[in-house]
């Protein structure tokens, strides 16, 4: 008898982390470095119609498409959500997610802000976390750096990410990314204590 307490208790259903933020926040660099530190946490990649940008890769960064590739898969309801953004289509595989909840492995994704409240709706066990930069200037730093946009798409990037912080109470976490590695033992304290959860027994 006890053992199966045990069992059960051992037993529990996965965590599926929504991790999102404005443009440069660095949620590609802080999910890139949790896999590291949790390398049984299944990453959800979604799918764009922006080109590619330097070093990244096809399958491991974004599923890269063209718009009509996008819209007919759209079209078939194969997307969570799916946004434009800075004239680019965005979109989170729904097959991806649903064969990771099932395989019982926690789940990573990092859709927009408006794409996280899509996913919450479609998933109410969802936990959100929202990432930001310190402040205003270290977030036109990090956009500068990247040397792939122009100054006035800068600007909208700026723009669009002060309008998604307003929508940072929505979420159940927010981590301030002003060191990498704090930020990465943030989120992962915050999947340890998500999944210690007595609901997801």
């Keep these: ?16 982390l929504v991790v999102s933020g404005p443009s440069g926040s660095g949620k590609d660099s802080v999910i890139a470095a949790l896999r590291m530190v949790e390398p049984n946490i299944a990453y959800v990649v979604s799918a764009t119609t922006r080109p590619p940008r330097p070093g990244e890769v096809e399958g491991e960064h974004y599923r890269f498409l063209n718009r009509d590739q996008f819209e007919k898969l759209a079209a078939a309801g194969e997307f969570i959500e799916t946004r434009e953004y800075a004239g680019n289509l965005y979109g989170t595989p729904r097959r991806f997610v649903d064969e990771a909840v099932r395989s019982g492995r926690d789940v990573v994704l990092k859709p927009e802000v408006n794409g996280a409240r899509a996913v919450k709706a479609a998933y109410p ?13 270290a977030l036109a730093q990090r956009l500068e750096r990247r040397n792939t946009d122009t100054a006035d798409a800068i600007a ?3 723009e669009t990410a002060r309008r998604e912080a307003g929508h940072a109470k929505d979420y159940d976490y927010l981590i301030v990314n002003d060191e990498l590695d704090k930020a990465v033992s943030r989120l992962s304290a915050i999947l340890t204590a998500e999944g210690l959860r007595v609901s997801r027994l």
């Design 125 to 137: 066990q969802a936990v959100l976390v929202f990432l930001t930069a310190p402040s205003d200037d």
């Design 1 to 16: 008898m006890k053992e199966n307490v045990l069992a059960q208790i051992v037993a529990r259903k996965p965590v599926l």
């Design 156 to 158: 909208v990037r700026l």
